[in-house]
Each structure stands twice: as C-alpha cells, then as structure tokens.
C-alpha cells in the first residue's frame, strides 16, 4: 500500500524554524516528484515547494522564497522540508504529495495523485 506520512509540525514562535519530513512505504520515492502544500483555515490549498525526482527542479512561490528550502534523501525514502524564518500567516496544515515524474516538479496539487494526511504548523507567540 503506497503512503506518504508527514512528520515534524508543531508550534513555534515567529521567526523560528521547523523541518517537516514526508517519508513514504509501499513504494520508492526516486521516481516521483514531491510537492508540499498547505492549506489554512478557510483558504485553498496552495503549494509552497516542490522538487523533482532528479533533484535538479525545485520551486518556491515568493511568498516562502528565500526561507523553505526543500531537499530529498532517496535512501531514506524521505523528502524534507525547511521552514526558517517563520511568519504568522505560514500557520497551516502542511501536506506532501508524490507523482511519478523524473525531470521536472509539479505546481497545481491536481496533478498530484499520492497524499499525507498532513501536519499542523501553528506560527504564534
């Protein structure tokens, strides 16, 4: 059974830093391309980071550019996620997505087919 788990969400104070981690079973990550998302109450899901297969493509919107830096460990079957810098308005429920892709990362979440269940990131003093 394919799965993606993410991990390492929590509460933190503005301007601090957590790393999130999506780490997969039933299958291999090295051939699928991993978005992360967010979703926020009340707001749609946008996507803040993703990366291809290869490592050699990533994204960033602006809003996160310059403080997310997402990464890839293919013999741990985990894809990572660091937030630095963190703002108030990143408070969301994160989530990773997988497709099978190998040169290039996918921006639109429709285009994912793989789900975690996703990790709250709560931003607050």
């Known amino acids: 059974q394919l799965q993606l788990v993410e991990s390492g969400g929590g509460l933190v104070q503005p301007g601090g830093s957590l790393r999130l981690s999506c780490a997969a079973s039933?299958?291999?990550?090295?051939?699928?391309?991993i978005g992360w998302f967010r979703q926020a109450p009340g707001k749609k899901r946008e996507g803040v980071s993703c990366?291809?297969?290869?490592?050699?493509?990533?994204y960033y919107p602006d809003s996160v550019k310059g403080r997310f830096t997402i990464s890839r460990d293919n013999g741990k079957n985990t894809v990572y996620l660091q937030m630095n810098s963190l703002k108030p308005e990143d408070t969301a429920v994160y989530f990773c997505?997988?497709?099978?892709?190998?040169?290039?990362?996918?921006?639109?979440?429709?285009?994912?087919?793989?789900w975690g269940q996703g990790t709250q990131v709560t931003v607050s003093s």
């Open positions: 039933g299958f291999t990550l090295d051939y699928y391309a």
């Open positions: 997505a997988a497709e099978p892709l190998k040169d290039r990362c996918l921006t639109d979440s429709y285009d994912y087919e793989y």
């Open positions: 990366i291809s297969a290869n490592s050699r493509n990533t």
